[in-house]
């Protein structure tokens, strides 16, 4: 790997493309794995302390045994842990399974609309403070609550911001891309290929992007990363699959044209639709079949505990009329109805906040 990223001022060289240890079950096979990416140049690897009931976190403590100063950990306290004790004790738990005495990038995984920014932060610099934490990341949040946290702050700055960014989502190329480059903010890609989609389907497309491959000598996978990581602040964190580790590596080993890097942008710049939220219906088979609310009297009460709920971020929605929102996902149903299948917290606290009355942006799929 030879791209590489500086973070911020620091003497930090992030690789330009890392590893991800999402959600999903991870057992001791996943230690060899880690490892080889480091060995690859993807010395930077992702976590939270919520994956896989802290087990992610387990096994990355054991894969950088002996190497922890070669390696770039980031991780992330949930939303629920955001207030200042709850940050001290969640950032203690991580150390633990981590098995080290410092966090490289500590990050606050979601906003909490119940803790004010400050508190949270006040912890966070009392960390860093400590020696416990190196660099305060943030994630999921909206552009003014980024400004809003960076005034939170005394002596410390934002280093890192983690956000989903691929070809089909877009989002934050509107707005929070330009102010990360502007604030020198390393954002953190996230879902980068899509969870294997790579591309939106669309044939014609499809062999234009394949023609760009070919020329390179690189997959498509590895195009789509490039294209990611040829933005000045972007980093990329695939998920760490032994099938693929050697091809995401890969991705930073060459550089595609700038004329190329505007064919690709120009390819895949599907704007959102705007669709009535009573022509959509949520789905209970949704991307990666997270637990749903199927009425808004279900979203109201919250029984499963979502946080925020979709009443307090539909708070923020009336509070911030002009904040552009992250698009939901659609998939087209019969006549001009659409099934609901990602951003259903986000879509209720829309309907809530706005009566059921205005459209919600949304981007559609072809299939899940």
């Known amino acids: 790997m030879k791209k590489t990223k500086q973070l911020n001022n620091t003497s930090v060289i992030l690789p330009a493309i890392g590893q991800g240890m999402g959600d999903y079950p991870w057992d001791e096979n996943q230690i060899s794995v880690l ?3 480091i060995d690859l140049g993807m010395n930077l690897i992702d976590t ?6 802290g087990n992610s976190e387990t096994i990355i403590g054991k894969a950088i045994k002996g190497i ?5 950990i980031c991780t992330k306290f949930a939303p629920e842990h955001n207030s200042y004790n709850d940050v001290l004790t969640a950032v203690e738990g991580s150390l633990k399974r981590l098995k080290t005495d410092y966090i490289d990038i500590y990050q606050m995984h979601w906003p909490n609309p119940k803790i004010p920014f400050k508190k949270t932060m006040e912890a966070m610099e009392k960390l860093v403070c400590q020696g416990k934490i190196k660099y305060i990341g943030l994630s999921n949040l909206y552009l003014e609550q ?4 960076q005034k939170a702050l005394d002596k410390n700055k934002i280093y ?3 956000i989903e960014y691929n070809f089909f989502d877009r989002f934050i190329e509107n707005n929070i891309l330009p102010y990360c480059e502007k604030e020198k903010i390393i954002t953190i890609a996230y879902s980068p290929l899509d969870q294997g989609r790579i591309i939106p389907e669309d044939n014609d497309k499809l062999k234009i992007f394949e023609k760009i491959a070919e020329k390179y000598n690189k997959t498509i996978a590895q195009i789509a990363l490039n294209w990611l990581i040829a933005h000045p602040v972007v980093i990329a964190i695939p998920t760490a699959n032994r099938k693929y580790i050697k091809e995401n590596a890969g991705a930073a080993d060459f550089e595609i044209s700038k004329e190329d890097f505007n064919k690709i942008s120009d ?3 599907a704007k959102p ?3 009535q939220v009573d022509k959509i219906e949520v789905s209970a088979e949704g991307q990666s079949n997270r637990r749903v609310y199927k009425t808004i009297e279900q979203a109201i009460e ?3 505990n979502f946080v925020p709920s979709p009443n307090d971020l539909a708070q923020y929605f009336k509070n911030n009329l002009n904040e552009e929102i992250k698009p939901v996902r659609l998939i087209k149903g019969e006549g001009d109805k659409y099934q609901l299948v990602e951003g259903r917290v986000r879509y209720w606290a829309w309907v809530i906040a706005h009566n059921g009355e205005k459209p919600i942006t949304a981007y559609i799929r072809k299939k899940l």
Do not use: M, P, T, W
Request: net charge neutral; charged share 35%; no cysteine.
């Open 146 to 149: 980024i400004k809003e946290v």
């Open 48 to 53: 939270a302390e919520n994956y896989d009931n």
């Open 35 to 37: 490892r080889e990416g």
């Open 273 to 275: 639709s705007y669709i």
């Open 302 to 304: 919250n029984k499963l």
């Open 68 to 72: 922890r100063e070669k390696v770039i």
């Open 160 to 162: 890192s911001f983690q």
């Open 267 to 269: 390819l895949y710049n």
